[in-house]
């Protein structure tokens, strides 16, 4: 299995790690510097690395631990179902 802290994540799932909305994610990135820089791309925006982002919200005091958790449980249960359908 992966390693979830490799995994890449969106804004939106950044502003869930934080307990914030996506135009807060947007704001942090072009107000400081030492936000982490995108690992990669999909239709929806850029992606993060998982761990780098969760080490600069813990750094900057912005992690919202309850949330982590939740979005930690559900990233596991995404790989679980890989391919999936909803119906399977």
Known sequence: MP???DDLISTAEIAELAGERRAT???W??????FPQ?????KRGPLY???EVT???EETGRLDDRRNEVFF????????RQDMTAED
Not at 29 to 34: F, L
Not at 38 to 42: D, E, I, L, V
Not at 73 to 79: F, K, P, S, V
């Open 29 to 34: 990135k072009t107000r400081y510097p030492d």
């Open 55 to 57: 080490d600069w919200l």
């Open 38 to 42: 995108p690992k990669g791309h999909s």
């Open 49 to 51: 690395s998982h761990q």
């Open 73 to 80: 449980l559900w990233l596991m249960a995404d790989q679980l």
């Open 3 to 5: 390693d979830i802290e």
């Open 25 to 27: 994610v947007g704001n």
